[in-house]
């Protein structure tokens, strides 16, 4: 019963994403897009931060090491949200879009806090 009422949620929220996409290739080459511009810039933004922080040393080396646990559990989390069935490549890049974003915002913050 609990597994049945999941599946329902799971294809109430990623099914009209899949019909969607397969309508068109132009749609299906606009998620890939998409996806492909904000995992890149997510990944400049965590760079760009890392570099603002600077040198590992004692204190920053505990700021890199959380950002990492928190880039780890939202790849988990996203492992056990996003579907495996289908579109798992376009939803692959979004999974890294948001685990380099949780580990990016935690940087930005924790250096604000902590250096500005």
Same mark, same amino acid.
């Given at each position: 019963? $609990?597994?049945?009422? @999941? #599946?329902?949620?799971?294809? *109430?929220?990623?099914?009209? /994403?899949?019909?969607?996409?397969?309508? #068109?290739?132009?749609?299906?080459?606009? &998620?890939?897009?998409?996806?492909? %511009? &904000?995992?890149?810039? #997510?990944?400049?933004? &965590? =760079?760009?931060?890392?570099?603002?922080?600077?040198?590992?040393?004692?204190?920053?080396?505990?700021?890199? /090491?959380?950002? #990492?646990?928190?880039? $780890?559990?939202?790849?988990? &989390?996203?492992?056990?949200?996003?579907?495996?069935? =289908?579109?798992?490549? @376009?939803?692959? %890049?979004?999974? =890294?879009? /948001?685990?380099? %974003? *949780? *580990?990016?915002? =935690?940087?930005?913050?924790?250096?604000?806090?902590?250096?500005?």
């Amino acid at each position: 019963m $609990l597994t049945n009422s @999941i #599946s329902d949620i799971h294809n *109430a929220i990623f099914n009209p /994403l899949r019909s969607w996409a397969e309508q #068109s290739t132009g749609n299906w080459n606009m &998620l890939i897009g998409v996806g492909f %511009l &904000l995992v890149m810039g #997510s990944a400049i933004f &965590l =760079y760009a931060v890392y570099k603002k922080i600077g040198e590992g040393d004692e204190r920053t080396n505990q700021i890199f /090491l959380k950002s #990492s646990f928190y880039m $780890l559990g939202a790849i988990i &989390l996203c492992d056990m949200i996003f579907p495996k069935e =289908y579109m798992w490549t @376009i939803f692959f %890049l979004f999974k =890294y879009t /948001l685990a380099f %974003l *949780a *580990a990016g915002i =935690y940087m930005a913050v924790r250096y604000k806090k902590d250096f500005a």
